[in-house]
């Protein structure tokens, strides 16, 4: 009909110009899926320095992820299979609470098969006293590996073990003084020093405290006399004595 406006075939101008629309979206080519380096399974990654592997093999092997696992197992036995390393991994798996590396200088310790290519721990950064018999491992050592026993609940023991522990026996003034007195008896033993504001009133009171048996290293009570000397201006010095008639 003369005068209506003519309208464009779309679908013809959007299938002419797919080329230009697909440049604008940014897909005039397909795109390329970046191909991936090849990694070895358990291969440290080139960006993990020595020092964080170290570090990483004396961390307790639960607190590592599975990667990190790999890395150190890679980091002490080599990479690819070996009987070295499925042995480490099976006794870190159980005993998660140990590392890899007291678990590792075990192994070399009883005469594991040597590593494949990993790298051998440097003996400056871990102490690898504790662990190392007379011999070399594998030289047909006779010492057993010294690593720290880890206690687990319901472990069962051939024998207790020594006992380290000493309890710590802590000697008051007030038995020091009274020791000192009992010893000597008629004679004064210096029991405490006071100075300040409130010293001739603190030490006072530790004389009716000596003399009423209120402190036990002075028990029974009227066993002992004390008295308080001013020695200096504001410095007050207890002393105490065993009654003639106690001892």
Not at 76 to 87: Q, V
Not at 220 to 243: D, I, K, M, T
Request: net charge negative; aromatic share 4%.
């Amino acid at each position: 009909m003369a005068g209506e406006p003519v309208w464009p075939d779309w679908g013809e101008f959007i299938t002419r110009d797919r080329e230009h629309i697909n440049q604008l979206r940014g897909m005039s080519q397909p795109q390329q899926p970046t191909q991936p380096q090849p990694t070895r399974m358990g291969e440290p990654d080139m960006e993990i320095t020595e020092t964080e592997l170290r570090e990483m093999a004396c961390t307790p092997w639960h607190d590592l992820t599975a990667g990190q696992q790999r890395m150190v197992l890679a980091h002490l036995c080599g990479p690819g299979k070996s009987t070295a390393r499925t042995g480490l991994r099976d006794a870190l798996n159980m005993n998660p609470t140990r590392t890899a590396m007291e678990l590792w200088e075990i192994q070399q310790a009883a005469g594991a098969e040597p590593s494949t290519g990993g790298h051998q721990p440097d003996t400056v950064d871990t102490d690898m006293s504790t662990t190392t018999g007379t011999d070399a491992a594998g030289a047909g050592a006779t010492g057993e590996p010294a690593a720290p026993v880890r206690w687990e609940p319901g472990m069962l023991v051939d024998e207790l073990p020594e006992d380290l522990h000493r309890a710590c026996v802590v000697v008051s003034d007030a038995q020091k003084a009274a020791t000192a007195a009992r010893e000597h008896p008629g004679q004064w033993a210096m029991y405490s020093e006071h100075t300040g504001q409130h010293a001739r009133r603190v030490a006072l009171d530790k004389c009716r405290r000596v003399t009423r048996g209120k402190v036990q290293a002075f028990r029974p009570a009227g066993s002992f006399e004390a008295c308080a000397r001013e020695v200096e201006a504001g410095h007050y010095v207890v002393f105490v004595s065993l009654r003639v008639e106690a001892s």
